[in-house]
Nanobody, 120 residues
Framework: QVQLVESGGGLVQPGGSLRLSCAAS????????MSWYRQAPGKERELVAS????????NYADSVKGRFTISRDSAQDTVYLQMNSLRPEDTAVYYC?????????????WGQGTQVTVSS
């Protein structure tokens, strides 16, 4: 079955770094665009970063540009989010998403989320 398992979250001080990982299984990883979303308490889920199947295209929310980097490893079927210069407003549950669109259907899978807390 399809699984997306996030890891790497935790508590970090402002200005610190974390690296999130999302291990994929049960589908053809190379055929799916991968994204990271986050949801803070009382707020809607928002797109943080996405990367294309070929790794040639990556997009970021304005709030994380220059601080976060998304990457993917097709040999490991894993997508990463390197987060630097973390701020308290980055505190949220971070979710991994895999998406593939065909003419007939959009396939979209979610992980269970990993908590990131930025606090002194």
């Amino acid at each position: 079955q399809v699984q997306l398992v996030e890891s790497g979250g935790g508590l970090v001080q402002p200005g610190g770094s974390l690296r999130l990982s999302c291990a994929a299984s049960g589908f053809t990883f190379s055929s799916y665009a991968m994204s990271w979303y986050r949801q803070a308490p009382g707020k809607e889920r928002e797109l943080v970063a996405s990367i294309s199947t070929t790794e040639r295209s990556a997009n970021y929310a304005d709030s994380v540009k220059g601080r976060f980097t998304i990457s993917r490893d097709s040999a490991q079927d894993t997508v990463y989010l390197q987060m630097n210069s973390l701020r308290p407003e980055d505190t949220a549950v971070y979710y991994c998403n895999a998406k593939r669109a065909t003419i007939i259907k959009v396939y979209s899978y979610w992980g269970q989320g990993t908590q990131v807390t930025v606090s002194s």
